[in-house]
């Protein structure tokens, strides 16, 4: 995916620090504000998957850091749940402003809470999603209950969260206690999806069937069976990304992807922060990766499997098409691809460690009424398709730096 820095100014006059998620070679169709958990920021690796996942949808995904948080300036002691929900509004009317107006928001934990209050004053936002949320805001308070009196006899505490030190005053733990989620989730009237974790011991399943009682359809609830709290395990956010994408497409009036690439180019971009390759052909996205022994994240087949598979299907696809016009009965085809690199038999330079020659076989598997004859002419156009002449030709790659 691609991204923009963005900062965006707050009610209180504090620039907040925020990135913007863009599908890549594409136009987004929608855009989506992502509200962070409590005390967390914009780069928790489980909110890069959950927003990689949904850029790959087509969805324009902003993350920014609350006030007092990661990149934002302000004091966080001097925040409470409610500016929190202004920061929302906020960076809602920066994307309005300079791009377009939210359709969606999403909130894990506290934020989850935080987005439920924001739409209800934001007339664009026609979707909300919340993660791991509590019933109420004031549960949040669990998280220093053995400060809570040392907070109301002076006014405030340093707290520890995540192995962090906070302030918190007290004007934060009265605005989370006169606030309910259940009033404003039952005003909402939008749809409203609810991912939670059975396991979840930091905001119990309670909180979740608090939620959804509380709403009217069209409403949706999803278990992240064997997820924690903060989806520390990658397989559990790339999930909730894609999920949330799905079940938002079937509320999108305009979901129609826009390519920004020519017709019959492909392109390709790999970031600075992994691996992970975006290739774009025509309307069709892929993702190209490495595995984790290599350093990547594994989200995708790597080049040689891409390739291996460009001459099994080229395979196939000949066979298909040779035999449609002869007439034969070929049913079903099936070809599996094996690469390595090795010494050739007949080598003149066999010394040389680096003399080595790629290798790729073939193993076909024909279904259908075809007599020996048959397979034996679709053995040999197995090997006529244009991917394997291609392989077998001298082939010319020009490179040049474009501006």
């Known amino acids: 995916m691609g991204f923009e820095k963005i900062t965006f100014i707050n009610a209180d006059g504090l620039q907040l620090s925020g990135r913007l998620d863009i599908p890549e070679f594409e136009l987004p169709h929608s855009y989506v504000i992502f509200a962070h958990c409590f005390t967390c920021n914009k780069n928790l690796s489980a909110v890069r998957n959950i927003s990689r996942a949904l850029t790959l949808k087509g969805f324009a995904v902003l993350r920014f850091d609350f006030t007092g948080l990661g990149e934002s300036s302000g004091d966080f002691g001097n925040t409470t749940f409610s500016s929190n929900v202004e920061d929302l509004i906020h960076a809602a009317k920066f ?4 791009y377009q107006a939210p359709c969606m928001l999403i909130g894990h934990s506290l934020g989850g809470a ?5 739409a209800a004053q934001l007339d664009s936002v026609w979707a909300v999603v919340t993660i791991g949320a509590p019933g109420d805001p004031e549960h949040v308070s669990h998280l220093f209950t ?3 009196g040392s907070i109301e006899e002076k006014g405030y505490a340093e707290v520890f969260i995540g192995g962090r030190p906070f302030t918190i005053k007290d004007t934060f733990v009265k605005d989370l206690q006169n606030r309910r989620m259940s009033e404003v989730v039952k005003s909402l009237r939008r749809p409203l999806l609810v991912l939670h974790s059975p396991q979840d011991t930091t905001v119990g399943i309670a909180n979740a069937a608090s939620i959804y009682k509380a709403a009217h359809h069209p409403k949706s609830f999803i278990s992240l069976d064997g997820a924690d709290h903060l989806l520390t395990q990658k397989k559990d956010s790339i999930y909730v990304g894609e999920v949330i994408a799905t079940w938002a497409s079937r509320y999108l009036t305009n979901h129609q992807k826009a390519p920004l690439i020519p017709e019959g180019q492909v392109s390709v971009r790999t970031g600075h922060e992994s691996l992970t390759t975006d290739v774009q052909a025509g309307k069709h996205h892929l993702t190209v990766d490495e595995p984790a022994s290599a350093g990547g994240n594994d989200f995708g087949p790597t080049p040689y499997d891409l390739l291996a598979g460009a001459l099994g299907a080229c395979t196939t696809l000949t066979l298909q098409l040779y035999a449609k ?3 034969w009965d070929l049913q079903e085809a099936t070809v599996h691809v094996n690469h390595k690199k090795d010494h050739a038999k007949d080598c003149d330079t066999c010394e040389n460690s680096k ?6 076989d073939k193993k076909l598997i024909l279904k259908g009424h075809l007599d020996d004859s048959q397979k034996k002419r679709l053995l040999q156009i197995a090997d006529k398709c244009p991917v394997h002449r291609t392989l077998h030709s001298e082939v010319k790659i020009t490179t040049e730096l474009k501006e």
């Open 95 to 98: 994307l309005e402003t300079h």
């Open 114 to 118: 935080a987005v439920a209050f924001a």
């Open 146 to 148: 053995d400060s809570l």
């Open 325 to 327: 016009r002869k007439g």
């Open 355 to 360: 003399a080595r020659i790629d290798f790729f």
